[in-house]
């Protein structure tokens, strides 16, 4: 065992319910569905392993949408993270604790009586719906909170993978699993009711929630304001490489549950409910596994129900205009992948990937993606490492930012280009996510410390919104010492913050040229790669 796994296993323990009467009260928190009663380290007081439904989805439950937490009298410990959901080999969650017991959240606050109605941010964790926890110890908030006491973090879990977003409607017996295309988005909607009903009692304010998230994560954030009914539990979203491109068709989730079943051998969900999570998952994994085969293949559906038919549309005709975004992309967003693949079989991935595409775009289309491709110069990999980039994630946040704009609704858009110390990564996907939760030892990505008061600009701009709408900085709330004017995006001069580590600064887009409008822009309408 490394000393990561030692880490990350060292959290872990089993709540159990307090019926001895012997806990610190002040420590002790009154829910709906229980008391719950932290553990103080320092001034900060954390919250793990809190419930958010009624019954975990396990056994009948599996592939059912969260069940309504129910009231409680009892007492009971929240003193460790609970098991993340399972998931094969590859993220680091994958060395915790796996079960499909797995809807918690947990809460960290500063012990500080006299702040009350707090601003709360709810972090939902990424990895391609397929991977991740909140037992990560990126996502430890401690130290987020403790150098900025006047906001409640709030991190919760979900399912993924195929127990998360599973088309099964269309099998024989699948009627009675209506949702299991999208129960991960369900059950964030759950934490979120609970987190509205709840939070109150911890010092937070229900009618200040900021829904925050990276990848995938950020993906759910900027697709919850199109299930019906979420608005009511948050006003903004800060979402770091994720949009509602992040999207599959009926059709697409048809075709990998049916390649799946036929791995398995199985003709119905009964045939699926006699097997273990981890045989579904292995079969999963490998034919389209992110870690085994960078399958990027499970993702919420479009199913005209739970999510629209037409993300982009949606957003177009306002369905978000009134929650404020805080999103961006980072300049090499695709590098991060092309790493633990390497230079060869990355590009060997990229060319089958955009063939399967070529079935899809028009000749036009087509010509405009090799034309992208050949003007692009460097090594092997970089054509393809720059085209998937723009598709998943540098053209589709331009798009959100747009579509935002001209729906009469508010976006702080960024661009982030500081780099990190590690061969080709350079400013990839993920590559800010352990400075922002001020877990500077984490050098999975940056390969090095980054610089501590651009760190500490980043953490205090995205409190900053979480606390009013607004990520600007003056000079005196600043670290610098230097005021941060972030302008809103708008269709005119589509002004962004460029997060580079010593020259934080607007600028736009047309300076930037960080979208190519010709060529890549219009593939957004594609959704996936």
């Known amino acids: 065992m490394d000393e990561l796994e030692r880490q990350v296993k060292a959290q872990y323990g089993e709540n159990k319910q307090i019926t001895d009467g012997r806990y610190d009260s002040s420590l002790a928190v009154k829910c709906v569905n229980g008391t719950f009663v932290g553990r103080k380290t320092d001034n900060i007081i954390a919250y793990k392993g809190i419930p958010f439904v009624g019954e975990q989805p396990v056994g009948q439950y599996r592939w059912k949408a969260p069940v309504q937490y129910a009231p409680n009298d009892g007492v009971y410990e929240a003193y460790y993270i609970a098991k993340n959901c399972p998931q094969a080999e590859g993220d680091v969650s994958s060395l915790y604790y796996l079960g499909e017991d797995c809807l918690y959240l947990n809460v960290w606050k500063a012990d500080d009586a006299a702040m009350t109605k707090k601003p709360v941010m709810v972090w939902i964790y990424g990895g391609a719906f397929e991977t991740g926890g909140t037992a990560d110890p990126n996502y430890e908030c401690h130290n987020f909170v403790e150098e900025n006491p006047d906001v409640i973090v709030v991190t919760v879990g979900y399912r993924i993978g195929v127990l998360g977003f599973f088309h099964l409607s269309h099998l024989t017996d699948g009627k009675d699993y209506p949702d299991a295309q999208?129960?991960?988005?369900?059950?964030?909607?759950?934490?979120?009711?609970?987190?509205?009903?709840?939070?109150?009692?911890?010092?937070?304010?229900?009618?200040?929630?900021?829904?925050?998230?990276?990848?995938?994560?950020?993906?759910?954030?900027?697709?919850?304001?199109?299930?019906?009914?979420?608005?009511?539990?948050?006003?903004?979203?800060?979402?770091?490489?994720?949009?509602?491109?992040?999207?599959?068709?009926?059709?697409?989730?048809?075709?990998?549950?049916?390649?799946?079943?036929?791995?398995?051998?199985?003709?119905?969900?009964?045939?699926?409910?006699?097997?273990?999570?981890?045989?579904?998952?292995?079969?999963?994994?490998?034919?389209?596994?992110?870690?085994?085969?960078?399958?990027?293949?499970?993702?919420?559906?479009?199913?005209?129900?739970?999510?629209?038919?037409?993300?982009?549309?949606?957003?177009?005709?306002?369905?978000?205009?009134?929650?404020?975004?805080?999103?961006?992309?980072?300049?090499?967003?695709?590098?991060?992948?092309?790493?633990?693949?390497?230079?060869?079989?990355?590009?060997?991935?990229?060319?089958?990937?955009?063939?399967?595409?070529?079935?899809?775009?028009?000749?036009?289309?087509?010509a405009l993606a090799k034309s992208y491709l050949a003007d692009v110069k460097g090594d092997i990999y970089e054509p393809y490492s720059c085209l998937?980039?723009?598709?998943?994630?540098?053209?589709?946040?331009?798009?959100?930012?747009?579509?935002?704009?001209?729906?009469?609704?508010?976006?702080?858009?960024?661009?982030?280009?500081?780099?990190?110390?590690?061969?080709?990564?350079?400013?990839?996907?993920?590559?800010?996510?352990?400075?922002?939760?001020?877990?500077?030892?984490?050098?999975?990505?940056?390969?090095?410390?980054?610089?501590?008061?651009?760190?500490?600009?980043?953490?205090?701009?995205?409190?900053?919104?979480?606390?009013?709408?607004?990520?600007?900085?003056?000079?005196?709330?600043?670290?610098?010492?230097?005021?941060?004017?972030?302008?809103?995006y708008d269709t005119e001069r589509k002004q962004v913050l460029v997060l580079e580590e010593f020259d934080v600064h607007p600028a736009k887009e047309s300076d930037l040229k960080i979208v190519d409008w010709e060529r890549t822009y219009p593939l957004t309408k594609y959704y996936t790669i």
């Not at 987190?195 to 990848?215: K, L, M, Q």
């Not at 080709?424 to 410390?449: L, Q």
Request: with cysteine.
């Open 182 to 366: 999208n129960l991960g988005i369900l059950d964030q909607m759950m934490a979120l009711k609970w987190v509205h009903e709840n939070i109150a009692a911890f010092g937070g304010d229900p009618d200040n929630v900021t829904i925050w998230g990276e990848s995938a994560g950020a993906g759910g954030c900027t697709l919850l304001p199109l299930v019906e009914g979420s608005q009511k539990y948050f006003k903004r979203v800060i979402a770091q490489s994720g949009t509602p491109t992040q999207t599959r068709s009926a059709e697409q989730a048809i075709r990998i549950t049916n390649d799946v079943m036929k791995v398995l051998d199985c003709k119905t969900v009964a045939d699926l409910q006699k097997l273990s999570a981890e045989q579904i998952i292995e079969a999963y994994g490998r034919l389209f596994g992110l870690f085994q085969v960078l399958g990027m293949r499970t993702l919420p559906e479009r199913d005209g129900r739970i999510l629209p038919l037409d993300t982009w549309q949606a957003y177009a005709n306002g369905a978000a205009k009134d929650i404020v975004f805080l999103h961006g992309c980072n300049k090499d967003e695709f590098n991060t992948f092309v790493a633990p693949f390497g230079a060869e079989n990355f590009t060997e991935w990229g060319k089958q990937r955009l063939e399967e595409n070529f079935a899809k775009y028009t000749d036009e289309e087509k």
């Open 388 to 488: 998937f980039s723009q598709l998943l994630f540098v053209a589709p946040q331009i798009r959100l930012a747009e579509e935002q704009a001209k729906a009469g609704g508010k976006s702080y858009t960024y661009y982030f280009t500081t780099e990190s110390s590690l061969p080709i990564i350079k400013a990839g996907h993920a590559i800010e996510v352990s400075t922002i939760f001020k877990h500077p030892e984490d050098t999975c990505f940056t390969g090095r410390y980054l610089d501590e008061t651009f760190a500490k600009t980043l953490r205090k701009m995205w409190a900053q919104f979480a606390k009013t709408g607004n990520p600007s900085l003056t000079a005196e709330d600043s670290p610098s010492g230097k005021a941060v004017e972030w302008p809103l």
